[in-house]
């Protein structure tokens, strides 16, 4: 079936270091890929996405792309700040429910990132 | 602003009770979600609706029922045979299939709940 693997937490960072969040994910067919960030007691929060193959999502200086030869997702930022601290969801669209009109995500398990002064 | 609001944001419940969380958006989407986060996982599909009066179980149904009497409520009622319902809850709602976006979802702020 299809699945959705992030690399684990936590990830901890200076403020203005490079990050990658790795994922990867098995999909028949081609599916919406999706990063979402959770901050402290919060729900989640779209952050970016890509809806087929070399597509690059970007947002707030994140940035994605959509590789379907390895199929991966990998998020990335230049320059973190303390503020993006969270836990980020990777997830997938499963397109076998959407053309009945439902839409089910796929999500991965989470990585928190933690980014210190 | 348009978008979903969940109450409350954190509920403590007794062993052997109901008990109902609520779920109202402003979107006017048509599907409606419910998640559930355990730590350090993912989340987990209970149900989701398309239409009023229609839903699905997903994944995790057991133990849970909801209602959706109107396009913008769909409120989650945790019952007493779920055995392990301390965790947080999450809604979700997005347009259909045609629209813009579709595949996209939208999230509430969340529910904690406690079982004691």
């Known amino acids: 079936g299809n699945s959705v693997t992030q690399m684990e937490g936590p990830v901890t960072l200076s403020e203005e270091a490079f990050l990658t969040i790795n994922c990867t994910y098995t999909?028949?067919?081609?599916?919406?890929l999706f990063w979402y960030v959770q901050y402290p007691g919060e729900g989640l929060q779209l952050l970016l996405k890509a809806t087929k193959a070399d597509d690059k999502g970007s947002n707030k200086g994140f940035e994605a792309t959509y590789r379907k030869e390895t199929t991966s997702f990998h998020l990335e930022k230049g320059s973190v700040q303390v503020s993006d601290s969270a836990v980020y969801f990777c997830?997938?669209?499963?397109?076998?429910?959407?053309?009945?009109?439902?839409?089910?995500?796929?999500f991965g398990a989470g990585t928190r990132l933690a980014v210190h002064p | 602003d348009g978008g979903i609001t969940q109450s409350p944001k954190y509920l403590f419940r007794k062993e052997g009770q109901n008990v109902t969380l609520s779920c109202e958006q402003n979107?006017?989407?048509?599907?409606m979600y419910w998640y559930r986060q355990d730590p350090g996982q993912g989340l987990r599909l209970i149900y989701y609706s398309q239409i009023v009066n229609d839903f699905q179980k997903g994944d995790i149904a057991e133990g849970y029922s909801v209602s959706r009497e109107k396009k913008e409520s769909f409120p989650l009622t945790v019952t007493s045979a779920q055995k392990n319902p301390t965790a947080f809850y999450l809604c979700a709602s997005s347009i259909l299939a045609g629209g813009i976006n579709p595949d996209t979802q939208y999230f509430g702020p969340g529910t904690r709940l406690t079982v004691l």
């Open positions: 997830a997938l669209s499963d397109l076998r429910f959407f053309s009945g009109g439902y839409n089910k995500l796929i």
């Open positions: 979107l006017n989407h048509d599907a």
């Open positions: 999909a028949t067919g081609y599916p919406s």
